[in-house]
């Protein structure tokens, strides 16, 4: 167990059902404490309660589940009534991992409705922007640590054509952390980008033929439990400059620049 993830303290997962959530899940069950709390949150109750369920048959880490919606309207009211009955922890993690793609076309050719846009900027940025107050109210002043991390992109960096809206709430989500970090030191926020993983989302773009396949084949692909390691050192180890945009492969020996990777998907 690391010294970080010692003693009492709260780990919040939004988006805990699927991919790169449900592997971070799996691996902060078994890093901390049977003193701590593990919370995991998704749209789907269905799926969290199969990733709890793998969970206790290995870990015997308090975990609680619950569903939330990050399209909901009363998204905001629903948070603030579970966090509310949680006791204070030494220290407090809340990870948002939510996401969706949006529409995956060109600008020019968008066919998006305002349903279809508000959705998007729901789920993939006014929920960060809601819920990140909402935890600090609770627990600022009470915590000798609050870390808040969001799992970002090199499309917040880079824009990658066919994803103009996913590319542009994560650009939106990169500022937001370092606005934080600016405005309250005290506070540890960090943005992560996982890097090329295979899971359902990226699938899904690979489907639509977004990607020359022949790009795909050069992807420096990396697995969802090796990229959740390099994330759970990182935070370990507490080096980085708070509000910063950090790629897993800024964390490796690795000589491969995240510049090309977004070469391979023009």
């Not at 589940?65 to 009363?74: E, I, K, Q, T």
């Not at 993690?93 to 409705?113: A, P």
Request: net charge negative.
């Amino acid at each position: 167990m690391s010294t970080v993830f010692s003693g009492r303290s709260l780990f919040i997962v939004i988006g805990a059902s699927r991919g790169f959530g449900r592997e971070l899940s799996r691996q902060l069950s078994v890093q901390i404490g049977n003193d701590s709390l593990l919370i995991l949150m998704s749209s789907n109750i269905d799926l969290l309660n199969i990733v709890q369920g793998e969970i206790c048959q290995t870990s015997t880490v308090n975990i609680k589940s619950y569903a939330l919606d990050l399209a909901n309207d009363n998204v905001g009211d629903k948070f603030r009534n579970i966090i509310e009955d949680i006791p204070l922890y030494d220290s407090v993690f809340l990870i948002h991992n939510s996401g969706t793609v949006g529409e995956i076309s060109l600008i020019r050719d968008s066919q998006s409705k305002s349903l279809d846009i508000n959705r998007c900027l729901k789920i993939n940025l006014q929920s960060v922007i809601q819920l990140t107050p909402i935890f600090l109210q609770r627990f600022q002043g009470h915590s000798t640590r609050i870390t808040i991390v969001q799992t970002t992109s090199i499309a917040a960096l880079q824009p990658l054509k066919n994803i103009s809206s996913y590319s542009t709430v994560k650009a939106a989500r990169d500022m937001y952390m370092r606005a934080l970090a600016n405005e309250e030191p005290s506070i540890r926020s960090l943005s992560y980008s996982p890097g090329p993983m295979r899971t359902d989302m990226t699938q899904m773009l690979y489907d639509s033929a977004v990607f020359e396949s022949e790009g795909l084949d050069q992807m420096p692909w990396i697995s969802c439990e090796r990229s959740v390691q390099l994330l759970l050192l990182c935070l370990e180890k507490d080096e980085f400059i708070s509000g910063s945009h950090i790629d897993v492969y800024d964390l490796t020996d690795s000589e491969i620049d995240v510049k090309n990777i977004a070469k391979i998907l023009q």
